[in-house]
């Protein structure tokens, strides 16, 4: 069983930065695929990032291409992402996510991961 750990969130001026980190539990991190989703209030989960497993891709949803970041430290078992130029509309609650291990596959469904964190808040304010 695979365990995430979100920290890293936070209060932020508009045009800020902040760091999250995802730390992940077990023997299997650097097989996993692994995601950075997002849910505001009253909308639903929405993708933001992801990288996989072997960090020879990444991916991101379109409104933050060119402000995050995603990364990994297979050593230290820890996904980052960093968010730059932060806006009022990145503001949600920010999950990690970890798919399978040697997953291949469409990375922006929430579907394509077998495990969660619990989630950090982000506000961003104007």
């Known amino acids: 069983q695979v365990q995430l750990v979100e920290s890293g969130g936070g209060l932020v001026q508009a045009g800020g930065s902040l760091r999250l980190s995802c730390a992940a539990s077990?023997?299997?991190?650097?097989?996993?695929?692994m995601g950075w989703f997002r849910q505001a209030p009253g909308k639903e989960r929405e993708f933001v990032a992801a990288?996989?497993?072997?960090?020879?891709?990444?991916y991101y949803k379109d409104s933050v291409k060119g402000r995050f970041t995603i990364s990994r430290d297979n050593a230290k078992n820890t996904v980052y992402l960093q968010m730059n130029s932060l806006k009022p509309e990145d503001t949600a609650v920010y999950y990690c996510?970890?798919?399978?291990?040697?997953?291949?596959?469409?990375?922006?469904?929430?579907?394509?991961?077998?495990?969660w964190g619990q989630g950090t808040q982000v506000t961003v304010s104007s």
């Open positions: 990288i996989t497993w072997s960090s020879s891709s990444t």
């Open positions: 996510a970890a798919s399978r291990t040697y997953y291949t596959g469409s990375y922006y469904s929430e579907g394509s991961y077998d495990y």
């Open positions: 077990g023997r299997t991190f650097s097989k996993q695929s």
